[in-house]
């Protein structure tokens, strides 16, 4: 059986936590292209190096960050995404242009 430490939790079988994605930059999303945005949601690195993974407390509903080594699956750190993130990220309404029909 693998144990996943959560950071809230502790110790924890893995079959509790769903995996939410690599921790990685986010492009403006008001700025950005389709295309860099698609890059961003959908696609990974897929390297042979140490990750920062969102992970998913399903029991508790606690996400938090992991750190593994994508070879050998080692599970090196895990930690409150507070540690790293300082700023809220806000994603304000952008009106429609030339969509026609009243906003």
């Given at each position: 059986?693998?144990?996943?430490p959560?950071?809230l ?12 994605g ?24 897929n ?18 960050i ?5 070879a050998?699956?080692?599970i ?9 993130f300082t700023k ?15 906003q």
């Amino acid at each position: 059986m693998k144990i996943m430490p959560c950071p809230l939790n502790g110790p924890r079988n893995i079959n509790e936590f769903v995996y939410g994605g690599e921790v990685k930059a986010m492009p403006n999303h008001q700025e950005c292209s389709d295309k860099e945005w698609a890059e961003y949601v959908f696609y990974a690195d897929n390297n042979i190096k140490v990750v920062q993974e969102w992970w998913f407390h399903s029991a508790s509903g606690y996400w938090f960050i992991a750190e593994r080594h994508t070879a050998s699956d080692e599970i090196i750190d895990t930690y409150d995404p507070s540690e790293i993130f300082t700023k809220r990220v806000s994603f304000d309404a952008v009106p429609n242009q030339g969509q026609g029909g009243k906003q």
